[in-house]
């Protein structure tokens, strides 16, 4: 009798408790490791986010109807577009050219990224890689694997690589639908057995783990409270990635996050916990302040979409983009700028001018971004800090007419400072005030967006 209960025993937990058994042994993370896993992404502070799927063919109408703004990834829900019609309809449309991913890899590296996160599946369902689980993906819409030729391209010019994938699925019969998660109109969760959906996530997930060679960031979206965390299973999930891909970063979106989508508060960044992820995601927005010991990202669009929309010319300038990048970079984040190629993955002409920009101005100025940590001062009138060891950076958005700039000093003895597009060929004099420093500057700023000067100090 006690053998006969000690085999149902292993019976029961092979069924139901291995996974909580698995969690249970995963290795601890020291604080050193941690840092040591964290620390290229810390070091890259820019990054290119890549919004592109079958969204992008009707970029931005459906049956005569027009949105102008907002996001068009969207737009089957905003259309409500049963998952047949939409599949029926845009599957045959998908024709990506030749090249395509080149072209992004190449931007992205023109621009000063260091990585490349791209959407591997959206809210759509449809997958970019070859999934075994499916034949609503690329592999059976135009023959190609896409992931395969995106992760090719982004490696090959030395950038890390990140896939998105969403945790919603608007194709899938049995995904959750309702439980405030956005869900095209009609369709409801009667009658559905989530955990297969689960179960399909849960597979998808190792492919895309397993079959690519080391992956860099998965970006997961998105959770609400009524549906995140165990209705993914996430630690498992969690567990099942690390697994096989030891070194990877994830976000916090497999749970709540009010810090994503609340602007300003930064206090909301307190919420980010490693257990839930490696870094949280304040989306199309950049925190008042940073947060010692937390690790975060603003993503943010060019114009007011992610997707490529025809009718959105709604777009930033590069003097607001290159800005808003130094902005985060001083409280201590990464930015990750999108871009919504075309049906065919030609980068708009906007987006590429926009990253040349960007990049011409990181040619510059990239040694005050990279590597770089949260200003030890209250952010100035005139523009930002950042710093490094032994320098403090500052980044003058408004060029002083008077020809005086003052800076923070704190306890700082500044040894030397200078113009960095100058690169240490002329010093500025410093003269010490009550209140810090006062620099002279030249009469023109070197710079129309953000000249920097650098201070070094013992």
């Not at 965390?229 to 990635?241: I, P």
């Not at 994830?250 to 994503?260: C, E, G, I, T, V």
Request: glycine share 10%.
């Amino acid at each position: 009798m006690k053998k006969l209960i000690m085999a149902t025993t292993v019976v029961l937990f092979s069924a139901g408790g291995l996974r909580a058994a698995e969690q249970r042994h995963v290795k601890v993370e020291s604080s050193q490791e941690r840092d040591a896993r964290m620390a290229w992404w810390r070091e890259a502070r820019f990054g290119m986010f890549v919004h592109w799927g079958l969204y992008s063919i009707p970029a931005g109408e459906w049956n005569g109807n027009k949105w102008e703004k907002g996001g068009l990834e969207w737009i089957q829900k905003r259309a409500n577009i049963p998952a047949d019609v939409y599949e029926k309809a845009l599957v045959p449309q998908f024709k990506p050219k030749d090249g395509f991913a080149e072209e992004w890899a190449k931007t992205a590296k023109m621009a000063g990224c260091k990585y490349l996160v791209f959407t591997s599946k959206h809210h759509e369902g449809f997958a970019l890689h070859d999934s075994k689980q499916t034949t609503f993906d690329a592999m059976d819409a135009c023959g190609r694997d896409l992931f395969k030729e995106i992760v090719d391209a982004t490696k090959a010019e030395g950038l890390k690589v990140g896939a998105y994938h969403s945790v919603i699925d608007w194709h899938h019969p049995q995904a959750y639908a309702g439980f405030g998660l956005p869900t095209v109109k009609g369709v409801t969760n009667e009658g559905r057995d989530n955990s297969v959906y689960v179960d399909y996530l849960h597979k998808q997930v190792e492919e895309i783990v397993t079959g690519y060679g080391p992956i860099d960031v998965i970006w997961w979206d998105f959770s609400k409270p009524n549906c995140q965390g165990e209705s993914w299973r996430a630690k498992e999930l969690m567990a099942l990635v690390r697994k096989h891909q030891p070194n990877i970063l994830m976000n916090d979106r497999l749970y709540a996050a009010k810090a994503s989508f609340i602007g300003g508060n930064s206090g909301l960044l307190k919420e980010w916990s490693s257990e839930r992820g490696d870094f949280t995601t304040p989306e199309q927005h950049i925190p008042d302040t940073g947060m010692d010991g937390v690790d975060w990202e603003t993503c943010m669009t060019m114009n007011t979409g992610w997707g490529f929309n025809q009718f959105d010319h709604n777009w930033k300038s590069s003097k607001v983009l290159i800005q808003n990048l130094v902005d985060v970079v001083s409280k201590g984040g990464n930015y990750l700028l999108n871009i919504g190629p075309k049906a065919d993955g030609t980068i708009p002409p906007e987006s590429i001018e926009r990253m040349k920009t960007i990049g011409a101005w990181m040619d510059v100025n990239g040694d005050a971004i990279y590597g770089t940590v949260a200003s030890p001062f209250e952010k100035p009138a005139w523009g930002r800090y950042t710093a490094k060891p032994h320098r403090l950076y500052a980044h003058v958005f408004d060029w002083p007419a008077a020809g005086t700039l003052a800076v923070a000093s704190g306890n700082l003895n500044v040894t030397k400072a200078y113009l960095l597009a100058d690169g240490k060929k002329a010093g500025l004099r410093v003269e010490k005030t009550a209140d810090g420093l006062a620099l002279a500057l030249p009469a023109k700023a070197p710079d129309a967006i953000a000249s920097v000067i650098v201070l070094e100090h013992d």
